[in-house]
């Protein structure tokens, strides 16, 4: 009576374990289900993916042509803030006094309406590197391009900036 008692209790308590093990499946379901009732389609590279319409893409570099692509962690609510940011950053740059030339800004150019490049040098310091930065403002956004450059290769890579932010 013992064996069937315990055996009993063994079959009990392994039906109650299975009952447990598939409430977390069902309840997998249950979330994926209205997860994705409502979807929304986003654009990956050259792939356009259907996610939930709480997904959130969070990039943090991609890399096109060359120039590094970062999201803007500060909004630009305006066309008009956009235009003083780059004047601010300008002026920034021109009046720091560079060791072998008048100031960190080596090129400032406005391409079309709202494009700006900046060719710099991140400090006084820097004498063979520079960044090139492509910003523009497009469709009530901002967007950046920053590349790391070389003495030698910074008309290529300012026109290279200048190509991008006209395609």
């Known amino acids: 009576m013992a064996i069937f008692s315990l055996l ?15 409430q977390p499946n069902e309840m997998k379901v249950e979330f994926m289900s209205e997860l994705t ?8 590279g050259r792939y356009l993916v259907d996610v939930p319409s709480s997904f959130v893409l969070n990039i943090p570099l991609a890399n096109v042509d060359g120039f590094d692509i970062r999201p803007a962690k500060v909004s630009m609510p305006s066309l008009d803030l ?8 300008e002026n ?5 006094a560079h060791n072998t030339e008048a100031s960190l ?10 494009g700006h490049i900046f060719s710099y040098r991140e400090s006084a310091r820097h ?8 910003r523009k403002w497009l469709n009530t956004r901002e967007y950046w391009l920053k590349q790391e450059s070389i003495i030698s290769d910074e008309e290529k ?8 932010l006209n395609k």
């Open 8 to 22: 009993l209790s063994g079959l009990l308590i392994g039906w109650q374990m299975m009952k447990l093990l598939k």
């Open 92 to 96: 920034k740059w021109r009046q720091i």
């Open 105 to 114: 800004l080596r090129e400032s150019i406005r391409v079309g309406g709202d």
């Open 127 to 134: 004498n063979r590197t520079l960044m090139i930065q492509a």
């Open 82 to 89: 956009f235009r003083e940011r780059n004047q601010v950053d």
């Open 37 to 44: 009732q409502s979807m929304k389609t986003v654009c990956i």
């Open 157 to 164: 890579d300012i026109e290279k900036a200048k190509a991008t």
